[in-house]
């Protein structure tokens, strides 16, 4: 059996990691999950975690390590034997859930999986500018992101997803003072998380967010050294 890999994206809400996650799909065919868009699912739902999930994202906070945890451990399972290469988009994001992940790995029913890492790097006031100018489709299966500042990033149609015709809005969670409490939240888990990995011997590929996805996508191609 190939030896599956399993991709992690960090760097802070507004950093691109959903826009690299989705140029990855689109072009290598790789499976995605993105732990906020679960998220909101739940939320929208209403399901037995969706209050918690609702109290987090409105504060800017995080969700609970442990359901967190099972979210990623349930969509791994559910997802692994159909893809030859997972992207996590905002996971993990504290050391518990990395030392969970790194759990996860030794799952037998998995196979042999490959944990990759990548970070990517970008000044805060960029970040509060691109999150204050972001649109996001409002179909819950969707969520495509758009712009309202770079124009390959405008939709077609204004208010309008390309993708599904579905209407876009500002998230509620993309306002002045949860952004900063979301940059805040993640700056104090940040550094613990990197110097986790350091210390169980992963090497952290550097990946400049200041540019336009595309080229962010051609800059991730090299650092990992994959092939389209
Ligand atoms: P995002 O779309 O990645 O910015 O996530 C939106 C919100 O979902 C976050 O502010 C958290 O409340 C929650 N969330 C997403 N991923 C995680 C995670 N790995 N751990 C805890 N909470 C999360």
Not at 117 to 129: A, R, T
Not at 173 to 181: G, Y
């Amino acid at each position: 059996m190939s030896t599956k890999q399993i991709f992690v994206f960090l760097g802070a809400p507004g950093s691109g990691k959903g826009a690299l996650s989705r140029a990855c799909v689109k072009n290598l065919d790789w499976k995605e999950l993105s732990t906020g868009n679960e998220c909101r699912k739940h939320r929208s739902e209403g399901t037995k975690i969706g209050q918690e999930i609702d109290f987090a994202i409105k504060s800017g906070t995080l969700v609970s390590d442990g359901v967190i945890i099972d979210m990623v451990a349930q969509w791994i399972e559910k997802h692994v034997d159909s893809t030859s290469s997972i992207i996590l988009d905002g996971f993990p994001r504290t050391v518990p859930q990395a030392q969970g992940l790194i759990g996860l790995l030794g799952h037998e029913g998995f196979g042999a999986l490959r944990l990759r890492i990548f970070q990517l790097v970008l000044d805060d006031e960029v970040i509060v500018k691109r999150l204050s100018s972001r649109l996001v489709c409002t179909n819950k299966s969707c969520q495509t992101v758009y712009s309202t500042l770079v124009d390959s990033l405008k939709p077609k149609k204004e208010g309008i997803c390309d993708i599904c015709g579905s209407e876009l809005i500002r998230r509620d969670d993309d306002n002045p003072q949860t952004i900063r409490e979301r940059l805040r939240t993640y700056h104090y888990h940040a550094q613990s998380l990197l110097d986790f990995y350091k210390k169980e011997g992963y090497t952290i590929g550097q990946i400049n967010a200041d540019q336009l996805p595309e080229q962010v996508f051609e800059n991730f191609l090299a650092v990992a050294n994959i092939q389209p």
